[in-house]
């Protein structure tokens, strides 16, 4: 038996129980170099934990389509882990609430062109699902000595399909 879940656009408001939406919409903060630069302010919460720093990491990651079968999550205990896409392609999203240690229901969401997302520390998410190629990815996370991968294989898994 599987399960469906339908993508939805990612919206800062429907991610925030997630993590943090980084885009260049409205208004920048500031303007910077010589007037010629708008720069949208600290945009993303990040958390690297006791012990950790961060690091950028390059990821290179094979392409998906929809339907796409769901049937593993992940969390990162440690640290937050930021996703940003390095090209202009979008990807899919995919986060779950924390249910007692285990992951509740999914949520699927689909970027629009120029976003990216973090994670907050310890959210349960999908891997890294480009839909085209190259699928490559600048990924801002947590640098250290301890364990930072939790991962939960569904019993039941999900298709993912684009919504109607």
Same mark, same amino acid.
């Given at each position: 038996m599987t399960r469906i879940l339908h993508t939805e656009p990612l919206t800062a408001d429907a991610f925030a129980p997630f993590g943090d939406v980084l885009e260049a919409a409205g208004e920048p903060d500031r303007i910077i170099n010589q007037g010629k630069c708008g720069r949208f302010h600290d945009r993303a919460r990040l958390d690297f934990g006791p012990g950790g720093r961060a690091g950028v990491s390059l990821f =290179?990651? $094979? @392409?998906r389509t929809l339907p796409y079968m769901l049937d593993l999550l992940e969390r990162h205990p440690e640290g937050s882990q930021t996703f940003v896409p390095m090209s !202009? $392609? @979008?990807f899919l999203v995919i986060a779950a609430p924390d249910e007692g240690g285990r992951p509740g229901r999914p949520r699927a969401f689909l970027t629009a062109p120029g976003q990216a997302v973090s994670f907050h520390r310890g959210t349960w998410h999908g891997v890294l699902t480009p839909l085209s190629a190259p699928g490559l990815f600048a990924v !801002?996370? =947590?640098i250290g000595d301890t364990p930072n991968l939790e991962e939960h294989w569904l019993d039941t898994p999900y298709v993912v399909e684009f919504a109607r």
């Open positions: =290179r990651a $094979e @392409p !202009i $392609e @979008p !801002i996370d =947590r």
